[in-house]
């Protein structure tokens, strides 16, 4: 019996250590479950980080990108409205070029038109008072009459053409003034356009040389004691080329000239005209043979005598009109603006 115990005792101790051992196994087991549960717990809760700032950083750049393309949609919004504004501002700068090439042609035309009513209106004043001249309204030249032209070689008004000349003084002096600033524009009606800058008297000559002219030659080189050129009977008068030039430059201001001082003396009242710079309308020029007319360029005597003539050039004024400085100024403040 006593055995019977102790056998059960020590099977009972056995079962507890069994149990206890199969416990501390259990423990073991769940102390390296919890290991490992805790080390995964960590590598996911790492992960976890790096995903979060994976998330953040392309939060930041999604944010970033946002605010990239709403400051490129700004700028694309301001550079259409800048491109706007250009294209608004170069349609009005075209506009008020376009404006001032309109006046500027107007203005042209006007004063070309005003001129050639000027011409029209001397030739017929001129007509009905037995005077006949002609015009020329593209190039604003009244010309006078062949038989009022000089004598070759001459420069003085003939006594018979004293009176036309006198005629034609008394009709610029009454229809001028129109035609100027500052003039008595009482007798003008409703023509009144000051378009003048002057009114040239042309002088010019026929392209005959003068007598005993001889042309540049070498200078003679002797050979055997003798000249290639004999020398001119020393009672010939020779004119050289270049002084028959200067002659005829001379001659045809010396022909302007007495026209003009004829006007002056026959109607003082012209010397009083003044342009738009207050210098005085009429003046006189010269130009020899240099500007023979188109209809003759020949050498027959009748084409001669009609380049021995006097021009009366009417030369219009580059004043422009206040609409067309008014253009300008607006022109140069948008250019200013535009800078």
Not at 125 to 148: H, K
Request: hydrophobic share 40%; charged share 25%.
């Amino acid at each position: 019996m006593a055995l019977t115990e102790a056998a059960e005792e020590s099977g009972g101790e056995g079962y507890f250590a069994s149990v206890s051992d199969m416990m501390v196994g259990i423990l073991f087991i769940f102390l390296l479950l919890l290991t490992v549960f805790a080390l995964n717990f960590r590598e996911a809760e790492q992960e976890q980080k790096i995903e979060y700032a994976k998330f953040v950083e392309a939060k930041k750049q999604a944010m970033e990108a946002e605010s990239r393309a709403r400051e490129s949609e700004l700028n694309a919004q301001r550079e259409a409205a800048l491109a706007e504004a250009s294209k608004a501002e170069n349609a009005r700068f075209r506009s008020l070029l376009l404006d001032a090439v309109a006046q500027l042609e107007k203005d042209i035309k006007d004063r070309e038109t005003a001129r050639g009513q000027l011409l029209v209106s001397l030739q017929q004043s001129l007509s009905n008072r037995g005077v006949t001249v002609s015009i020329d309204p593209v190039s604003g030249i009244l010309r006078l009459p062949e038989d009022l032209l000089f004598k070759t070689g001459d420069a003085a008004i003939g006594k018979e053409n004293i009176s036309r000349l006198q005629t034609l003084g008394e009709v610029l002096a009454s229809t001028l003034p129109c035609y100027v600033h500052g003039g008595d524009t009482s007798r003008c009606g409703k023509v009144v356009a000051p378009i003048l800058e002057t009114v040239l008297v042309e002088g010019h000559t026929d392209r005959q040389a003068y007598k005993n002219t001889v042309p540049p030659v070498a200078t003679p080189v002797p050979t055997g004691g003798s000249l290639f050129a004999k020398p001119a009977p020393p009672t010939a008068k020779v004119i050289v080329a270049k002084d028959s030039e200067l002659r005829n430059d001379r001659l045809s201001t010396d022909r302007a000239l007495n026209v003009f001082k004829e006007l002056r003396q026959a109607q003082p009242s012209l010397d009083t005209l003044r342009n738009s710079d207050q210098q005085p309308l009429l003046g006189f020029s010269g130009y020899g043979p240099r500007r023979p007319l188109p209809d003759a360029l020949g050498s027959s005597q009748a084409e001669f005598q009609k380049n021995r003539r006097i021009d009366l050039r009417f030369v219009l004024s580059s004043r422009t009109s206040d609409e067309l400085m008014r253009l300008r100024e607006q022109i140069q403040k948008a250019l200013g603006n535009s800078r």
